[in-house]
Protein backbone atom coordinates (compact mmCIF):
# COMPACT_ATOMS: atom_id res chain seq x y z
CA UNK A 1 0.00 0.00 0.00
CA UNK A 2 1.26 3.56 -1.01
CA UNK A 3 2.78 5.07 1.92
CA UNK A 4 0.57 8.57 1.58
CA UNK A 5 -2.95 6.92 0.66
CA UNK A 6 -5.75 9.14 1.97
CA UNK A 7 -3.25 12.04 2.59
CA UNK A 8 -4.04 15.70 1.63
CA UNK A 9 -1.26 17.70 1.02
CA UNK A 10 -0.33 21.11 0.32
CA UNK A 11 2.39 21.52 -1.84
CA UNK A 12 3.76 24.92 -2.63
CA UNK A 13 6.75 26.36 -4.77
CA UNK A 14 6.02 24.83 -7.59
CA UNK A 15 8.12 26.75 -10.97
CA UNK A 16 8.93 24.19 -13.35
CA UNK A 17 9.61 20.15 -14.21
CA UNK A 18 13.13 20.98 -12.91
CA UNK A 19 12.43 22.32 -9.44
CA UNK A 20 12.59 20.23 -6.02
CA UNK A 21 8.84 20.50 -5.43
CA UNK A 22 8.14 19.06 -8.86
CA UNK A 23 10.25 16.26 -7.83
CA UNK A 24 8.44 16.23 -4.13
CA UNK A 25 5.27 16.01 -6.26
CA UNK A 26 5.90 13.60 -8.07
CA UNK A 27 6.58 11.16 -5.11
CA UNK A 28 3.56 12.36 -3.06
CA UNK A 29 1.44 11.54 -6.07
CA UNK A 30 3.24 8.00 -6.75
CA UNK A 31 2.73 6.89 -2.61
CA UNK A 32 -0.75 7.82 -3.25
CA UNK A 33 -1.54 11.09 -1.68
CA UNK A 34 -4.19 13.78 -3.24
CA UNK A 35 -2.43 17.48 -3.58
CA UNK A 36 -3.27 20.83 -3.76
CA UNK A 37 -0.73 23.58 -4.76
CA UNK A 38 -0.29 27.48 -4.81
CA UNK A 39 1.28 30.17 -7.18
CA UNK A 40 2.43 33.67 -6.24
CA UNK A 41 0.87 35.98 -8.56
CA UNK A 42 -1.09 35.86 -11.73
CA UNK A 43 1.96 35.27 -13.94
CA UNK A 44 2.72 31.91 -12.00
CA UNK A 45 -0.84 30.73 -12.83
CA UNK A 46 -0.42 29.11 -15.77
CA UNK A 47 2.80 27.58 -15.27
CA UNK A 48 1.58 26.01 -11.81
CA UNK A 49 -2.01 24.72 -13.93
CA UNK A 50 0.26 23.24 -16.70
CA UNK A 51 2.00 20.92 -13.89
CA UNK A 52 -0.40 20.57 -11.90
CA UNK A 53 -2.07 17.28 -14.12
CA UNK A 54 1.74 15.62 -14.28
CA UNK A 55 1.23 15.50 -10.43
CA UNK A 56 -2.49 14.39 -10.07
CA UNK A 57 -3.86 17.69 -10.31
CA UNK A 58 -6.01 19.06 -7.56
CA UNK A 59 -7.13 22.70 -6.32
CA UNK A 60 -4.74 25.31 -8.00
CA UNK A 61 -5.07 28.64 -5.56
CA UNK A 62 -3.09 31.99 -5.33
CA UNK A 63 -0.78 32.34 -2.33
CA UNK A 64 1.60 35.39 -2.25
CA UNK A 65 3.08 34.18 1.58
CA UNK A 66 3.57 38.09 2.06
CA UNK A 67 -0.35 38.50 2.58
CA UNK A 68 -1.92 37.27 5.64
CA UNK A 69 -4.99 37.57 3.81
CA UNK A 70 -4.63 35.09 0.90
CA UNK A 71 -2.47 32.44 3.13
CA UNK A 72 -5.67 32.74 5.45
CA UNK A 73 -7.88 32.23 2.20
CA UNK A 74 -6.04 29.10 0.78
CA UNK A 75 -6.43 27.66 4.20
CA UNK A 76 -9.94 28.42 4.52
CA UNK A 77 -10.48 26.97 0.96
CA UNK A 78 -8.85 23.58 1.96
CA UNK A 79 -11.40 23.30 5.23
CA UNK A 80 -14.47 23.93 3.01
CA UNK A 81 -13.30 21.17 0.38
CA UNK A 82 -10.56 18.84 2.61
CA UNK A 83 -12.33 18.97 5.97
CA UNK A 84 -8.85 18.43 7.38
CA UNK A 85 -5.26 18.61 6.06
CA UNK A 86 -2.57 16.20 6.52
CA UNK A 87 0.71 18.11 5.09
CA UNK A 88 2.08 21.02 4.08
CA UNK A 89 5.30 21.16 2.10
CA UNK A 90 6.80 24.47 2.02
CA UNK A 91 9.49 24.97 -0.96
CA UNK A 92 9.28 29.02 -1.18
CA UNK A 93 12.57 30.96 -0.59
CA UNK A 94 13.22 34.31 -2.19
CA UNK A 95 16.28 37.07 -1.56
CA UNK A 96 16.84 39.78 -3.52
CA UNK A 97 19.98 39.33 -6.63
CA UNK A 98 21.95 42.37 -4.84
CA UNK A 99 22.15 39.96 -1.36
CA UNK A 100 23.03 37.17 -2.79
CA UNK A 101 26.53 37.89 -4.25
CA UNK A 102 29.79 39.13 -3.74
CA UNK A 103 30.62 40.20 -0.73
CA UNK A 104 27.78 39.73 2.43
CA UNK A 105 28.14 43.13 3.67
CA UNK A 106 28.46 45.20 0.62
CA UNK A 107 25.14 43.31 -0.86
CA UNK A 108 23.61 43.98 2.86
CA UNK A 109 20.13 46.22 3.06
CA UNK A 110 17.98 46.45 5.82
CA UNK A 111 14.88 46.16 2.99
CA UNK A 112 16.64 42.99 1.40
CA UNK A 113 17.19 41.70 4.70
CA UNK A 114 14.20 41.85 5.60
CA UNK A 115 12.61 40.51 2.11
CA UNK A 116 14.24 37.87 2.72
CA UNK A 117 13.32 36.47 6.07
CA UNK A 118 10.17 37.54 5.26
CA UNK A 119 9.58 35.32 2.61
CA UNK A 120 12.01 32.16 2.99
CA UNK A 121 11.61 32.20 7.11
CA UNK A 122 8.72 33.56 8.13
CA UNK A 123 6.03 32.40 5.78
CA UNK A 124 6.45 28.72 6.84
CA UNK A 125 5.65 29.77 10.27
CA UNK A 126 2.84 31.66 8.69
CA UNK A 127 1.58 28.37 7.20
CA UNK A 128 1.98 26.35 10.29
CA UNK A 129 -0.18 28.75 12.60
CA UNK A 130 -2.82 28.89 9.30
CA UNK A 131 -2.39 25.20 8.98
CA UNK A 132 -3.03 24.18 12.85
CA UNK A 133 -6.35 24.17 13.41
CA UNK A 134 -7.16 21.86 9.91
CA UNK A 135 -4.23 19.25 11.83
CA UNK A 136 -4.79 18.99 14.93
CA UNK A 137 -5.07 15.43 15.78
CA UNK A 138 -4.77 14.05 12.44
CA UNK A 139 -1.01 12.86 12.97
CA UNK A 140 0.38 15.51 10.28
CA UNK A 141 3.44 16.81 8.75
CA UNK A 142 5.12 20.32 7.94
CA UNK A 143 8.21 20.12 5.63
CA UNK A 144 10.38 23.09 4.97
CA UNK A 145 13.46 22.95 2.78
CA UNK A 146 16.87 24.46 3.63
CA UNK A 147 20.44 24.40 2.76
CA UNK A 148 23.86 24.24 4.38
CA UNK A 149 24.18 27.45 4.30
CA UNK A 150 21.74 27.71 6.96
CA UNK A 151 25.16 26.27 9.53
CA UNK A 152 28.07 27.46 7.47
CA UNK A 153 29.06 30.30 5.36
CA UNK A 154 28.84 29.65 1.38
CA UNK A 155 30.15 31.99 -1.19
CA UNK A 156 27.31 34.05 -2.41
CA UNK A 157 24.46 32.55 -0.17
CA UNK A 158 24.74 35.30 1.97
CA UNK A 159 21.08 37.03 3.19
CA UNK A 160 19.74 33.56 2.37
CA UNK A 161 22.02 31.72 4.82
CA UNK A 162 20.80 34.15 7.74
CA UNK A 163 17.52 33.38 6.34
CA UNK A 164 17.66 29.45 6.24
CA UNK A 165 19.25 29.53 10.08
CA UNK A 166 16.14 31.28 11.00
CA UNK A 167 13.82 28.88 8.67
CA UNK A 168 15.52 26.16 10.87
CA UNK A 169 14.87 27.49 14.32
CA UNK A 170 11.62 27.84 13.28
CA UNK A 171 11.36 24.23 12.69
CA UNK A 172 12.60 23.23 16.19
CA UNK A 173 10.42 25.67 17.44
CA UNK A 174 6.98 24.35 15.38
CA UNK A 175 7.62 20.79 16.62
CA UNK A 176 7.82 21.35 20.19
CA UNK A 177 4.67 23.95 19.78
CA UNK A 178 2.87 21.33 17.75
CA UNK A 179 4.29 17.85 18.69
CA UNK A 180 1.36 18.06 21.63
CA UNK A 181 -1.05 18.18 18.66
CA UNK A 182 0.11 15.41 16.84
CA UNK A 183 1.78 17.33 13.88
CA UNK A 184 5.31 16.96 13.17
CA UNK A 185 7.33 19.56 12.08
CA UNK A 186 10.95 18.39 10.04
CA UNK A 187 13.46 20.02 7.59
CA UNK A 188 15.30 18.96 4.29
CA UNK A 189 18.43 20.31 3.85
CA UNK A 190 19.28 19.67 0.28
CA UNK A 191 22.57 19.47 -1.81
CA UNK A 192 22.52 22.04 -4.50
CA UNK A 193 20.36 20.94 -7.37
CA UNK A 194 20.27 23.20 -10.78
CA UNK A 195 16.93 24.86 -10.23
CA UNK A 196 15.30 27.78 -11.92
CA UNK A 197 15.87 29.72 -8.02
CA UNK A 198 19.25 28.34 -7.75
CA UNK A 199 20.17 30.34 -11.19
CA UNK A 200 20.31 33.29 -9.10
CA UNK A 201 22.68 32.56 -7.15
CA UNK A 202 26.45 33.77 -8.44
CA UNK A 203 28.95 30.86 -9.15
CA UNK A 204 26.00 28.49 -8.74
CA UNK A 205 27.81 25.67 -11.70
CA UNK A 206 31.23 25.47 -9.70
CA UNK A 207 29.29 25.35 -6.86
CA UNK A 208 27.78 22.22 -8.18
CA UNK A 209 31.19 21.25 -9.79
CA UNK A 210 32.71 21.71 -6.09
CA UNK A 211 30.19 19.39 -4.51
CA UNK A 212 30.39 16.56 -7.02
CA UNK A 213 33.99 16.38 -6.24
CA UNK A 214 33.70 16.41 -2.84
CA UNK A 215 30.74 14.24 -1.57
CA UNK A 216 31.17 11.00 -0.85
CA UNK A 217 29.10 9.67 -3.42
CA UNK A 218 31.33 11.60 -5.94
CA UNK A 219 27.99 13.40 -7.64
CA UNK A 220 25.49 15.60 -7.30
CA UNK A 221 21.75 14.66 -6.08
CA UNK A 222 18.45 15.14 -8.08
CA UNK A 223 15.13 16.67 -6.87
CA UNK A 224 13.73 13.26 -6.95
CA UNK A 225 15.78 11.91 -4.34
CA UNK A 226 14.63 15.02 -1.91
CA UNK A 227 10.81 13.76 -2.96
CA UNK A 228 11.86 10.62 -1.94
CA UNK A 229 12.97 11.54 1.60
CA UNK A 230 10.00 14.29 1.76
CA UNK A 231 7.61 11.47 0.96
CA UNK A 232 8.73 9.38 3.80
CA UNK A 233 9.07 12.83 6.10
CA UNK A 234 5.33 13.56 5.60
CA UNK A 235 4.10 9.78 5.99
CA UNK A 236 3.28 7.64 8.97
CA UNK A 237 6.69 5.92 8.66
CA UNK A 238 8.55 8.96 10.30
CA UNK A 239 5.62 9.11 12.61
CA UNK A 240 8.73 9.47 15.67
CA UNK A 241 10.89 11.95 13.41
CA UNK A 242 9.87 15.97 14.36
CA UNK A 243 12.06 19.14 14.98
CA UNK A 244 14.61 17.66 12.69
CA UNK A 245 16.48 18.85 9.65
CA UNK A 246 17.75 16.05 7.67
CA UNK A 247 20.27 15.89 5.00
CA UNK A 248 19.47 14.79 1.35
CA UNK A 249 23.62 15.76 -0.27
CA UNK A 250 25.37 12.46 -0.65
CA UNK A 251 27.58 13.49 2.83
CA UNK A 252 28.69 16.60 1.61
CA UNK A 253 27.65 18.07 5.37
CA UNK A 254 29.70 15.65 6.90
CA UNK A 255 33.18 15.55 5.35
CA UNK A 256 35.82 18.96 5.25
CA UNK A 257 35.68 19.52 1.47
CA UNK A 258 38.86 20.59 0.07
CA UNK A 259 41.07 17.70 1.78
CA UNK A 260 41.40 14.49 0.38
CA UNK A 261 43.85 13.99 -1.88
CA UNK A 262 41.92 14.03 -5.48
CA UNK A 263 40.56 10.27 -5.18
CA UNK A 264 37.43 9.43 -7.85
CA UNK A 265 36.54 11.36 -10.53
CA UNK A 266 32.57 12.64 -9.88
CA UNK A 267 30.14 10.54 -11.78
CA UNK A 268 28.60 11.51 -14.66
Known amino acids: MPILQDKKILLTGLLSNRSIAFGIGKALKREGATLAFTYAGEGMRERVEKLAPELGGGLIMSMDVTKQDEIDGVFSKLGSEWGGVDGVVHS ?29 AYSFAALGKAAR ?110 GEILYVDNGYSQVAAGMDDGGEKPKE
Open 133 to 242: PLMKGRNGALLTLSYLGAVRSVPNYNTMGVAKAALEANVRYMAATLGPEGTRVNGISAGPIKTLAASGIAGFSTMLKNFANAAPLRRNITADEVGNVAAFLLSDWASAMT
Open 92 to 120: IGYAPRDAITGDFLDGLSRSSFMTAMDIS
